[in-house]
């Protein structure tokens, strides 16, 4: 089991930034780890992924904004937000082990319990 505890989130002013931890703890597979978020009453989206060799995904709605990156040696996943804008306000879920399909079709087998980001127009 991998546990994975988000944190980072919070309320800025659209035009801010806000940088996004996730802390992998447990046994098993984080190779692949991602971030989606959700918006109330949506379906959850992925925003980025990435594998431990270093290779990247980026939803287009999140391109030049958004940097994903991983510190391997403390099992911890970044999501840097940079420029938000309103739109951009939802919870944010880190997630682990990919089985199957697109990296952001939610095929995840370890989530985390989210952490909300509120932006202000």
């Known amino acids: 089991q991998v546990q994975l505890v988000e944190s980072g989130g919070g309320s800025v002013q659209a035009g801010g930034s806000l940088r996004l931890s996730c802390a992998a703890s447990?046994?098993?597979?984080?190779?692949?780890m991602a971030w989606f978020r959700q918006v109330l009453g949506k379906e959850r989206g992925g925003v980025a992924s990435i594998d431990r060799n270093g290779n990247t995904n980026y939803a287009d709605f999140v391109k030049c904004r958004f940097t994903i990156s991983q510190d391997n040696a403390k099992n911890t996943l970044y999501l840097q937000m940079n420029s938000l804008k309103p739109e951009d306000a939802a919870i944010y879920y880190c997630?682990?082990?990919?089985?199957?399909?697109?990296?952001?079709?939610?095929?995840?087998?370890?989530w985390g319990q989210g952490t909300q980001v509120t932006v202000s127009s």
């Open positions: 447990g046994y098993g597979n984080t190779f692949y």
């Open positions: 997630a682990a082990d990919r089985y199957g399909g697109r990296w952001d079709n939610g095929l995840y087998r370890y």
